[in-house]
């Protein structure tokens, strides 16, 4: 009996030294489960109408968000989950700004009555894309159908690991190719997640030209004027060059992670952070700074209902790209670094813009300066980043032209610009480079175009 104690204790003791550890590391790991969970199930079935066994098997279907079980209330219009009974997260939809996570603190009576934007309804009778009626046919002798084709249909291959949702090649403001995939369709709203950058970004290149804003002032921080960070300007947070610490980690809890999963106001966690280099001498990929600019922007354009519709009467709406809606977090703030829904026609209108540098059916959005500012290469970036935008280098995209930029989010999402090429691609889906081939597949098209 003396031995088999002997045993039985150091086994005990080292079964709770693995139980302490599993819990200390992965117990605050189920919140952010649940949280993606709640928050990406709510966003598919009331924004684009999705059910929840096609959300659960596909847009929720990745380790370990996929350890998560959801429930919906189709009433209150709620996507409630949990992970193994554990951190029970619920996000509502609100009609306008899309659904936000219920902060512990919050119910969801907080969320009932709210101020949406105001929307104005694209042209049912320009044809796409300066309206959303039918194009005509048209075949240009500079194009190799059979060859454009053969690179769409590969991108839909295999497509239990590349994922591929859609497709979309516009050339010389015309569709040439467009194909989806999962029972979706032109009309099916998709998540760009980082692409909502660029969006963003675009807002302030708008108020640069129509109301002079300098984007090279600094930043107007209370906080930051003692210290170092006074120095930090609005072109420095839009090259994601401010200096601060921001940990952009998706995998484990981190600055990034916090913010999108747990924080209120998602405006305020980047103004807390620390230098860690001198302004506009570091490179730092960072969501929290984009979030900072859509608080930022408040203040510029003055009242809370003129900051709900700007987005939308000054971008969004004024290019006919009436199915996209930036979601707001449980502030009402913008939330910019990752939750702009759009069809993919809608995100093609948005690459065409900038095609056409600013220019929309003769309307002039914002200057060519600003396409000149966004597509130069940011300090530190390894000419990889421009303003809140990506740009091709030899390694990205080394067989696609060198003029090629582009929109990028998380899972393979892009919005490519090919301005020697006259040309605008859209694929969007659930898998990013490791499953996909971004140079093979934009070289391909490219390749089939001849001008």
Not at 47 to 68: M, V, Y
Not at 267 to 296: A, D, R
Not at 423 to 439: M, P, Q
């Amino acid at each position: 009996m003396k031995n088999l104690k002997r045993i039985l204790l150091p086994v005990l003791l080292i079964c709770l030294l693995i139980f302490g550890y599993l819990f200390y590391n992965f117990y605050p790991r189920l919140e952010l489960i649940s949280g993606f969970a709640a928050k990406n199930i709510c966003s598919c079935m009331f924004l684009d109408g999705r059910g929840q066994e096609f959300t659960q098997n596909h847009d929720n279907n990745f380790t370990p968000i996929n350890s998560a079980r959801s429930s919906i209330d189709t009433t209150l219009k709620t996507a409630t989950a949990t992970v193994y009974g554990l951190k029970t997260r619920t996000a509502v939809y609100r009609e306008g700004l899309g659904c936000v996570l219920i902060p512990p603190h919050m119910s969801i009576d907080d969320f009932l009555e709210v101020e949406k934007p105001l929307r104005t309804p694209a042209s049912k009778t320009l044809t796409y894309p300066y309206g959303n009626a039918p194009q005509k046919d048209t075949v240009f002798a500079t194009v190799d159908y059979q060859q454009l084709n053969q690179v769409v249909e590969r991108a839909f291959k295999n497509n239990s690991v590349q994922k591929t949702r859609s497709v979309l090649v516009i050339y010389k403001d015309q569709i040439i190719a467009e194909r989806y995939s999962d029972s979706l369709d032109h009309n099916s709203r998709l998540l760009g997640w980082s692409m909502t950058k660029t969006v963003l970004a675009t807002l302030y290149g708008i108020l640069s030209y129509e109301r002079g804003f300098d984007i090279y002032q600094p930043v107007k921080i209370d906080t930051w004027n003692k210290d170092e960070r006074a120095k930090i300007t609005y072109a420095d947070l839009l090259h994601m060059g401010s200096g601060l610490e921001w940990d952009e980690n998706y995998e484990q809890i981190s600055d990034v992670t916090k913010m999108l999963f747990q924080a209120d106001d998602m405006t305020k966690p980047i103004i807390e952070k620390q230098p860690e280099y001198p302004p506009n001498t570091h490179f730092n990929y960072s969501s929290g700074t984009t979030n900072l600019l859509s608080g930022l922007l408040l203040k510029e354009v003055g009242s809370y209902t003129e900051y709900l519709n700007f987005p939308y009467q000054k971008l969004i709406d004024r290019i006919g790209m009436e199915s996209m809606i930036i979601e707001t977090d449980a502030s009402g703030n913008f939330i910019g670094s990752s939750y702009g829904w759009a069809t993919t026609r809608d995100w093609g209108k948005f690459g065409l813009l900038y095609l056409h540098e600013g220019n929309w059916n003769g309307d002039q959005l914002f200057d060519k300066k600003w396409v000149d500012f966004v597509t130069r290469p940011a300090p530190g970036s390894d000419s990889a980043y421009g303003g809140h935008l990506w740009l091709n280098t030899p390694t990205k995209l080394p067989d696609a032209p060198q003029d090629t930029y582009y929109a990028d989010g998380f899972q393979g999402q892009r919005v490519y610009i090919v301005p020697s090429k006259d040309l605008v691609v859209v694929r969007l889906g659930l898998a990013s480079t490791e499953a996909f081939d971004f140079n093979a597949f934009l070289s391909g098209i490219t390749q089939a175009i001849d001008n």
